[in-house]
């Protein structure tokens, strides 16, 4: 396999594989050889059956989601998750493949589960914000973005997100000091210098001033 020769790795693996059922470093290397091939007809089904390594079942997981079979996919990220719970991107992906079936209370479970397990994922973390803000929570939408963008502060689905769902806030809040806040949080960070919130802030800061001025009167 170092040496590029993948029909070669192929064949020996496939060889090891006959003679050590059990060793699950195999099914490991051999679905890194599959992969290359790319080709889903040649996935060993003992890989399913025997394996007792989560990485290999996540392995094979990867390669049927990217040969566009998602339920055999699910189904090996879930028998990573089995074998080890504490693999956030195995919950992670079931969630990403539920999502796209439209099944969005299973699909938040998976998400919760990643983040419970591994709270540094913010993938999971920015998913599940946009989980919540298609249910319309967005307070909790907000949150799971600044989870996301705490750990990983350039992720630039949670910041076009977060401005959004900020955005929102400031426009439907009838104080406007809560409305100045949440512009204030997009222009902190988030998105700084951008014309859109600037507009919007200043807007509603002249609005302020005035009716302040007016009540003075």
Not at 113 to 127: F, G, L, T
Not at 158 to 177: T, V
Request: net charge negative.
């Amino acid at each position: 396999l170092a040496t590029g020769d993948t029909a070669e790795a192929k064949d020996l693996f496939e060889m090891a594989k006959d003679n050590s059922p059990n060793f699950s470093e195999i099914y490991m290397s051999f679905a890194h050889v599959l992969r290359k091939f790319a080709c889903a007809s040649k996935l060993p089904k003992s890989i399913d059956i025997n394996s007792r390594s989560a990485d290999s079942a996540f392995m094979v997981g990867v390669m049927h989601a990217e040969l566009g079979d998602d339920e055999k996919a699910f189904r090996m990220y879930k028998v990573a998750s089995e074998l080890n719970e504490y693999d956030g991107d195995a919950w992670y992906r079931q969630g990403l493949l539920l999502g796209r079936k439209g099944d969005t209370i299973a699909e938040r479970k998976m998400y919760h589960k990643a983040v419970s397990v591994q709270p540094n994922h913010a993938d999971a973390w920015c998913n599940l914000g946009v989980s919540y803000g298609e249910a319309r929570e967005v307070m909790k939408e907000v949150e799971c973005y600044e989870m996301a963008l705490a750990i990983d502060p350039e992720n630039a689905e949670a910041k076009e997100n977060a401005k959004s769902a900020y955005y929102y806030l400031g426009i439907a809040a009838y104080q406007e000091d809560k409305c100045l806040a949440y512009f204030q949080r997009i222009l902190n960070g988030i998105a700084p210098g951008d014309p859109t919130i600037i507009a919007a802030y200043n807007g509603v800061l002249e609005r302020k001033i005035k009716a302040e001025e007016a009540g003075d009167d």
